[in-house]
């Protein structure tokens, strides 16, 4: 309803009746996503340095799977998302809290069993780039806001990996 309204400009009486709600309904509905959009926006710019200093004692937490280390740098309401793309495991609904993603970090990419895990940027973005034998295994989108780490999405799909170390020219 959020984007039917706000991105393609419907009214409220054809929202409804499209989902099947009273208008008022809807109309409820879109001021509450509103809301939550601007609640989610960042709360400010973080340096570039506070950033690399987040991103690397984010990497030295994963590394030694230390829970405490862990917690110390994840925000409260931090969200994990996986993409395997079905071909490779990952984790297949969000995993949103400090505990419970502390938890399957330790577990999951805590134990490198001979990986290396590198700072990098992708697509503009602090990352972590997880290497087995060399090769590319996961990569990790790092959100940092405030000096907490607010989000992450590891990339295992081997599709899009494969893209990774492509490079695409820009022109005007």
Do not use: C
């Not at 931090?78 to 993409?83: A, I, Q, S």
């Amino acid at each position: 309803m959020f984007v039917l309204r706000e991105v393609f400009a419907l009214d409220y009486g054809e929202i409804a009746e499209a989902v099947g709600k009273s208008p008022a309904a809807v109309r409820q509905i879109a001021h509450r996503a509103r809301s939550h959009v601007a609640a989610r926006r960042p709360r400010g710019t973080v340096s570039a340095a506070a950033t690399r200093d987040a991103l690397e004692a984010f990497r030295r937490a994963v590394e030694t799977g230390d829970l405490r280390d862990l917690l110390d740098v994840l925000a409260p309401d931090v969200v994990f998302l996986g993409d395997g793309g079905g071909v490779v495991q990952a984790t297949l609904s969000p995993v949103s809290g400090a505990a419970d993603v502390a938890r399957l970090l330790a577990a999951g990419l805590g134990n490198l069993a001979g990986g290396t895990l590198e700072a990098a940027q992708v697509n503009g973005y602090p990352a972590l780039l997880l290497r087995r034998d060399g090769e590319i295994d996961t990569v990790v989108a790092v959100r940092v806001d405030d000096g907490l780490v607010t989000g992450l999405y590891a990339v295992r799909n081997p599709e899009k990996l494969s893209r990774l170390a492509e490079t695409t020219a820009l022109s005007r």
